[in-house]
């Protein structure tokens, strides 16, 4: 009898040192698998800035043309942004950026594929969706997935591709031009968006706001959510 009680009071403190443990893990899995998706966007956001005389002479246009692919993208992703934080209430969080990956990686593929300026720019602007989505809903799950004491090492660790992914994509983008194709420079999203699909359904917990309140269209609309 003596035995089972300690055995019985012994179980609270064992539990109790192993869910900080695995709440730590968790919150540094997720934080861990988000910091690889802003690594892909950012990525893509900077590597085609050395190809641009590349692309403009496949799609026969001035290489100053083909700087719109990179207004329309910035363009979509500052008009989207606003409306990300709504759905991932609405829809839950994880489902958003798993559609926001998909998004990215299929536009990735349709921006490769292009045959003309009008083609890559469509793609950009479904890439920019993509990326509105992404950006915001990542941060939301880190936050929503870390305890209170694990919130400075997860945001670190989301910090990381802003300060990466802008150094080291020009010069990826000029090599991958230069021994590949210019094409390659949007492939390259391919597995990384795979990978990233897989490890969010398989490591990420599910979410929803049952009391998700309706889109504020005419906040969305204004011009102040597009500035901001």
């Known amino acids: 009898m003596l035995f089972n009680q300690r055995v019985m009071t012994s179980i609270p403190d064992n539990e109790a040192v192993f869910q900080p443990k695995t709440s730590a893990r968790r ?78 990686t299929l536009a990735s593929i349709t921006c ?48 990381w591709p802003a300060l990466f992914a802008p150094v080291v994509g020009p010069v990826l983008g000029g090599f991958i031009t230069t021994y590949l194709s210019w094409h390659w420079n949007f492939f390259i999203n391919v597995p990384l968006g795979l990978a990233g699909l897989l490890l969010v359904a398989r490591f990420v917990p599910g979410d929803r706001d049952s009391e998700a309140r309706p889109l504020d269209w005419r906040g969305f609309s204004s011009p102040r959510s597009v500035s901001r």
Do not use: C
Not at 31 to 37: D, F
Not at 41 to 69: H, K, R, Y
Not at 122 to 148: C, D, E, F, H
């Open 27 to 104: 919150s540094r899995r997720v934080a861990l698998i988000v910091a690889v998706a802003f690594f892909m966007q950012l990525l893509d956001s900077t590597i085609i800035s050395t190809s641009l005389p590349q692309m403009g002479q496949s799609f026969g246009v001035p290489a100053v043309a083909m700087s719109i692919g990179i207004t329309a993208y910035m363009l979509t992703m500052a008009v989207f942004v606003p409306l990300s934080a709504w759905l991932a209430d609405r829809f839950g969080a994880r489902n958003v950026f798993l559609v926001a990956i998909a998004l990215f």
């Open 112 to 159: 490769g594929f292009s045959q003309s300026l009008t083609e890559f720019v469509g793609a950009r602007i479904v890439q920019g969706l993509g990326s509105a989505l992404m950006t915001p809903v990542g941060r939301i799950l880190v936050l929503r997935n870390a305890a209170k004491s694990e919130l400075l090492n997860a945001t670190a660790l989301i910090t």
